[in-house]
């Protein structure tokens, strides 16, 4: 890019030109890149021009991806008791109809970054009472049924995955449901997200607790999810659905050796109270299927394992089912969004066999944990459902600061068809 001054001839200070490179070679991912790279730079309002690109250039998408990326580039978390910082106004200049693609780019990049924003929030300012009161503030603001399950009903369905990670808080648990209906008596789809406001690893203390405020990124990313699909007015019947509490220590909280009965009815001993998100996601999964979802998608924050095998470049992707997996492949593709597909074999599930339960909820010892943890909650996805497991430990956050809202576009692109 380069700058050029424009002393006082015209009514604005400067001109920046941006170099596209060959056309033939510029891709979606890489207008992406080089919007992030100038726009967090920018602090003065800007316009684009636009009637200059070349023929080869698609006007519309060129347009849509800017917008968004301008805004997603413009976010800072927000320091408390400050105000947030305001996106750099951008007027797009031209010739043609992009008001359609200038409000599509709104709506993606705003919906990203409300994610982040609800996953940045410290842990102290986002309880699992503040997510439920987010969500029915979004359900309300875009006319989105909803429905909100206390402890009290969790007790009375007998959720016993995400009361059992529970006890040892005194905040109670939820679960988050949102139902968007915007394609008649088609069947509803589910995406299910882990929100873990804070995780402390229960009597498995972790050494490090620092950045585990964004445990709930899975549950943040469901939000702007539904929040970007009620935006678009997509042409599609999908659930949003968050199981919500936090994992904490207390004379009450569950143990290693206890043995849970789940919603599902499955009972799982606990190796490991660290291994919690599966606990709270296996009762989300088998709720999902009693309302009659068969094509489901799981975001969360779940394995170190997997941070360790694709670092912060990949998202873990698991999958029971070849046609869909291909299908959401896809979604990321157009998504310029960075997953990688990991196994599930049979023996992996053999290695969490229990002497006193169905089976156990970890390993117990280093191996395979992110394949080991995928088998776990397939375990509660009944025959016929199509299901995708999002392992977002590495994607959802920049190293314990600043939310990526990690495999939002993916998810609204393989739902919003």
Same mark, same amino acid.
């Given at each position: 890019?380069?700058?050029?001054?424009?002393?006082?001839?015209?009514?604005?200070?400067?001109? =920046?030109?941006?170099?596209?490179?060959?056309?033939?070679?510029?891709?979606?991912?890489?207008?992406?890149?080089?919007?992030?790279?100038?726009?967090?730079?920018?602090?003065?309002?800007?316009?684009?021009?636009?009637?200059?690109?070349?023929? !080869?250039?698609?006007?519309?998408?060129?347009?849509?991806?800017?917008?968004? *990326?301008?805004?997603?580039?413009? $976010? =800072?978390?927000?320091? %408390?008791?400050?105000?947030?910082?305001?996106?750099?106004?951008?007027?797009?200049?031209?010739?043609? $109809?992009?008001?359609?693609?200038?409000?599509? !780019?709104?709506?993606?990049?705003?919906?990203?970054? $409300?994610?982040?924003?609800?996953?940045?929030?410290?842990?102290?300012?986002?309880?699992?009472?503040?997510?439920?009161?987010?969500?029915?503030?979004? &359900?309300?603001?875009?006319?989105?049924?909803?429905?909100?399950?206390?402890?009290?009903?969790?007790?009375?369905?007998?959720?016993?995955?995400?009361?059992?990670?529970?006890?040892?808080?005194?905040?109670?648990?939820?679960?988050?449901?949102? #139902?968007?209906?915007?394609?008649?008596?088609?069947?509803?789809? &589910?995406?299910? /997200? #882990?929100?873990?406001?804070?995780? *402390?690893?229960?009597?498995?203390?972790?050494?490090?607790?620092?950045?585990?405020?964004?445990?709930?990124?899975?549950?943040?990313?469901?939000?702007?999810?539904?929040?970007?699909?009620?935006? %678009?007015?997509?042409?599609?019947?999908?659930?949003?659905? %968050?199981?919500?509490?936090?994992?904490?220590?207390?004379?009450?909280?569950?143990?290693?050796?206890?043995?849970?009965? @789940?919603?599902?009815?499955?009972?799982?001993?606990?190796?490991?109270?660290?291994?919690?998100?599966?606990?709270? =996601?296996?009762?989300?999964?088998?709720?999902?299927?009693?309302?009659?979802? *068969?094509?489901?998608?799981?975001?969360?924050?779940?394995? /170190?394992?997997?941070?360790? &095998?694709? /670092?912060?470049?990949?998202? !873990?992707?698991?999958?029971?089912?070849?046609?869909?997996?291909?299908?959401?492949?896809?979604?990321?593709?157009?998504?310029?969004?960075?997953?990688?597909? =990991?196994?599930?074999?049979?023996?992996?599930?053999?290695?969490?066999?229990?002497?006193? &339960?169905?089976? #156990?909820?970890?390993? !117990?010892?280093?191996?395979?944990?992110?394949?080991?943890?995928?088998?776990?909650?397939?375990?509660?996805?009944?025959?016929?459902? #199509?299901?995708?497991?999002?392992?977002?430990?590495? @994607?959802?956050?920049?190293?314990? @600061?600043?939310?990526?809202?990690?495999?939002?576009?993916?998810?609204?692109?393989?739902?919003?068809?």
């Amino acid at each position: 890019s380069t700058k050029v001054y424009t002393l006082g001839k015209y009514d604005f200070p400067y001109i =920046l030109f941006v170099g596209l490179g060959d056309v033939s070679e510029l891709t979606t991912a890489r207008l992406r890149k080089l919007v992030l790279n100038i726009s967090k730079n920018i602090s003065e309002p800007v316009q684009l021009m636009t009637d200059h690109l070349d023929e !080869g250039i698609d006007k519309h998408a060129f347009v849509r991806i800017w917008v968004e *990326s301008h805004i997603i580039a413009q $976010y =800072l978390e927000c320091k %408390i008791g400050h105000d947030a910082k305001m996106i750099t106004d951008l007027d797009i200049v031209s010739s043609g $109809y992009v008001e359609k693609d200038i409000e599509t !780019g709104r709506i993606y990049g705003e919906g990203i970054n $409300y994610a982040r924003r609800l996953a940045d929030t410290p842990s102290n300012l986002m309880t699992p009472e503040d997510m439920v009161k987010e969500a029915v503030e979004l &359900a309300k603001a875009y006319n989105i049924e909803y429905t909100i399950l206390n402890k009290s009903a969790l007790e009375e369905m007998k959720a016993g995955g995400i009361l059992s990670v529970n006890q040892g808080s005194h905040i109670p648990a939820y679960m988050i449901v949102l #139902k968007y209906t915007h394609n008649g008596n088609a069947p509803h789809k &589910a995406v299910i /997200g #882990k929100g873990i406001t804070f995780d *402390s690893g229960g009597y498995n203390l972790k050494s490090n607790s620092y950045g585990m405020k964004y445990d709930m990124c899975g549950g943040a990313d469901v939000l702007g999810i539904m929040k970007i699909l009620a935006g %678009i007015q997509a042409k599609t019947n999908v659930y949003g659905i %968050i199981p919500v509490t936090e994992n904490l220590v207390n004379g009450k909280a569950y143990k290693p050796q206890d043995v849970i009965t @789940t919603l599902s009815g499955k009972t799982v001993e606990v190796v490991s109270t660290d291994a919690e998100g599966r606990l709270i =996601l296996c009762d989300a999964i088998t709720y999902a299927q009693r309302l009659g979802a *068969s094509h489901l998608i799981d975001l969360a924050t779940l394995t /170190g394992a997997c941070v360790a &095998a694709l /670092g912060d470049v990949y998202t !873990g992707v698991f999958a029971n089912d070849d046609a869909y997996y291909q299908e959401f492949e896809q979604a990321m593709k157009a998504a310029d969004e960075k997953g990688w597909r =990991l196994p599930m074999d049979d023996e992996y599930f053999a290695k969490i066999k229990s002497n006193s &339960a169905d089976f #156990k909820n970890s390993m !117990g010892k280093p191996g395979a944990g992110a394949s080991i943890a995928a088998n776990f909650l397939n375990a509660f996805v009944e025959e016929g459902t #199509k299901w995708i497991h999002l392992d977002i430990a590495g @994607t959802a956050d920049n190293d314990g @600061t600043g939310a990526t809202g990690a495999m939002i576009r993916s998810v609204v692109n393989m739902f919003s068809k």
